[in-house]
């Protein structure tokens, strides 16, 4: 792909992630343009983050469509008005049904090692609680594939972290946080450089 990669953001909530990805962005270490973010939530912080940065931020409420369809088809449509490479969720709580055109072309990151402690019910920090009560030794956060089911498709990349004495929910979340602000970014480079191939669940760098 020549030039920057042209991004998608769907969020739900505080927009760290997006954050994460403008400073990359402006630090010149990913070489993208973020052409809209969509939220779900007309409160998210998100939202407030994009405008700030100049970047179209349009609101599609979940609650306003009586099905995943036809929501999905609003964000589809907002969507289709950019040029858009790539999909990144961002912190996006609702399912999303990704039309053909963009299958292989949504990305999701969740903070844990799938698949433990994900699915419809693990997001926040549920997800770390749920970690620290099963008494694993290491967490961590993948980005994969986004399909048509929550946090399922195929993973792209891994990273983990020590989970230590006395963590809290808190502490684990926030040096997950610091390995996904890694994570994203080299994920959405591979892509962008066309080094990850999809063979059913697998992917892998070329
Ligand atoms: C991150 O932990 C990410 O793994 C999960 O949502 C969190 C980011 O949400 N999918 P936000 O940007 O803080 O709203």
Redesign the pocket.
């Known amino acids: 792909m020549q030039g920057p990669i042209h991004l998608a953001v769907l ?8 954050q994460n990805l403008v400073t990359k962005i402006e630090e010149g270490l990913l070489d993208a343009r973020i052409e809209v973010v969509v939220s779900n939530r007309g409160d998210a912080y ?1 939202l407030r983050r994009a405008r700030d940065h100049g970047i179209p931020a349009v609101v599609v409420e979940r609650k306003s469509y009586k099905d995943v369809k036809e929501f999905s088809n609003e964000i589809t449509a907002r969507l289709n008005k950019h040029t858009v490479d790539l999909i990144i ?3 996006f709580n609702c399912l999303y049904e990704i039309p053909d055109k963009y299958m292989g072309k949504v990305m ?4 844990a090692l799938i698949p433990s402690f994900c699915g419809r019910d693990y ?1 926040g920090e549920k997800v770390h609680q749920a970690a620290l009560d099963y008494g694993v030794k290491v967490s961590g ?1 993948t980005v994969h594939f986004a399909d048509n089911d929550y946090d399922n498709g195929p993973i792209i990349l891994q990273r983990t972290v020590p989970v230590v004495e006395g963590d809290t929910p808190k502490s684990l ?1 926030a040096r ?2 610091e390995e ?1 602000c890694r994570a994203y970014p080299d994920a959405i480079r591979l892509f962008q450089q066309g080094r990850l191939k999809i063979e059913g669940r697998k992917v892998t760098i070329l």
């Open positions: 969020l739900s909530g505080t927009g760290r992630t997006l998100g969720m961002a912190g999701n990151i969740h903070p997001w956060c979340a997950v946080f996904e």
